[in-house]
């Protein structure tokens, strides 16, 4: 069974950081991309980052060079460490194994077959 558990949300003010983890079991990153994925209110589920099996990161424009994403292949674990954060980053915040292939569109969680997602975590940031 496929599990992935998210840690490390929480409330900020703007420009402070925080770092989410998700960790796997039933699943090995090294073989598979994840996504980052968050649900604000009003808005459409949105990937925030993703991460190759390999280590190749893509971002959002408008997290690039804020938000970066990372994995440890031995604890089965991936990062996203959020700096200079701002109150249009609060969220829901989901890891995803695999990332979703594209179109689609709804509200988090979007579930398919063979994708799994996280229990989410808020992330709440106050100006």
């Known amino acids: 069974e496929v599990q992935l558990v998210e840690s490390g949300g929480g409330s900020v003010q703007a420009g402070g950081s925080l770092r989410l983890s998700c960790a796997a079991s039933g699943l090995s990153f090294a073989d598979s991309d994840m996504g980052w994925y968050r649900q604000a209110p009003g808005n459409e589920c949105d990937l925030v980052a993703s991460?190759?099996?390999?280590?190749?990161?893509w971002y959002k424009a408008s997290v690039k060079g804020r938000f970066t994403i990372s994995q440890d292949k031995r604890e089965n674990t991936v990062y996203l460490q959020m700096n200079s954060l701002k109150p249009e980053d609060t969220a829901v915040y989901y890891c995803?194994?695999?990332?979703?292939?594209?179109?689609?569109?709804?509200?988090?969680?979007?579930?398919?077959?063979?994708?799994?997602w996280g229990q989410g975590t808020q992330v709440t940031v106050s100006s």
């Open positions: 995803v194994a695999p990332s979703l292939d594209p179109p689609y569109s709804g509200r988090c969680p979007i579930l398919r077959t063979n994708n799994y």
């Open positions: 991460i190759s099996g390999d280590g190749i990161a």
